[in-house]
């Protein structure tokens, strides 16, 4: 019988199993975008507030905005097996819904032999966990989710686009 590993190729798996970072050092450098999104799910109440600036720890967009960057700029020390990559450019947008839930969208850019997926996937997560720090006292049930890539251009895997909004 043919496992998971017969079907696909686990690029970050050695012969014998063992976990391993891909060698991309024969890969073409090539401009690369990878946009990502997530959604924070609030008190819509508590959503008002947060968009007003009056949480009591401050400006919540504005610090999670700063920490998407620096976290999608600090990726390859949080994934293990990411390549460090020279950042061209990396933006946090904020949508608040009416729902009372906030879509963070990231996106991150750059000329390199991999790509900025993980990046852009890290900056939202870190947007996210941000927001839930900075309104954390206001509301307790505030959940994060989902977390996806929505597309990416670039690279010997071609583009791709999911299509189709985030779930709110």
């Known amino acids: 019988m043919k496992g998971p590993r017969d079907r696909l190729p686990l690029t970050h798996l050695s012969a014998d199993g063992a ?84 879509r963070i969208v990231c996106t991150a850019r750059t000329s390199a032999k991999t790509g900025v997926e993980m990046e852009a996937l890290t900056g939202v997560a870190a947007a996210a966990l941000t927001v839930y720090d900075m309104a954390k006292s206001a509301d307790k049930s505030i959940t994060i989710g989902p977390i996806r890539l929505e597309r990416k251009t670039g690279g010997k895997s071609g583009d791709y686009s999911r299509g189709g909004p985030a779930e709110v």
């Open 19 to 102: 976990a391993k970072m891909v060698d991309a050092s024969g890969k073409p450098e090539t401009v690369r975008e990878a946009v990502a999104s997530g959604v924070v799910t609030l008190r819509a109440e508590v959503l008002a507030v947060l968009l007003q600036n009056e949480l009591p720890k401050g400006e919540a967009l504005a610090t999670a905005r700063i920490a998407g960057i620096q976290a999608a700029k600090r990726t390859a020390e949080w994934i293990p097996l990411c390549h460090p990559l020279p950042l061209d450019w990396v933006d946090v947008q904020f949508d608040p819904r009416p729902s009372g839930s906030l």
